[in-house]
């Protein structure tokens, strides 16, 4: 069973940035099309971004133009950069595939301030 583990989520300011990092215990992202998803409190989980194998991307239209997805050097980890935050974007980030495949992991929650 992959696991998928999420990290860089914090507190930060409305306007300002960071970068989210996903890891799986194997090397599955080559093989698959990943997606970052989210969930507020109270709301469902809905995907913002979604990277193809090959690399090809896109966003939900809350956050496109702020957020960017990448594929790292190794086989085996994902990031989303998200810039210009805003209040609504606070949630819990996870990581899996598109459609998901995999047990959720923890996640990682980020909270913008206003």
């Known amino acids: 069973q992959v696991q998928l583990v999420e990290s860089g989520g914090g507190l930060v300011q409305a306007g300002g940035s960071l970068r989210l990092s996903c890891a799986a215990s194997?090397?599955?992202?080559?093989?698959?099309?990943m997606g970052w998803y989210r969930q507020a409190p109270g709301k469902q989980r809905e995907l913002v971004a979604r990277?193809?194998?090959?690399?090809?991307?896109d966003y939900a239209d809350s956050v496109k133009g702020r957020f960017t997805s990448s594929r790292g050097h190794a086989k085996n980890t994902v990031y989303l950069q998200m810039n210009s935050l805003k209040p609504e974007d606070t949630a819990v980030y996870y990581c899996?595939?598109?459609?998901?495949?995999?047990?959720w992991g923890q996640g990682t929650q980020v909270t913008v301030s206003s």
């Open positions: 194997g090397s599955i992202f080559s093989f698959n099309a």
């Open positions: 899996n595939t598109v459609p998901v495949s995999w047990s």
């Open positions: 990277i193809s194998k090959g690399g090809n991307t």
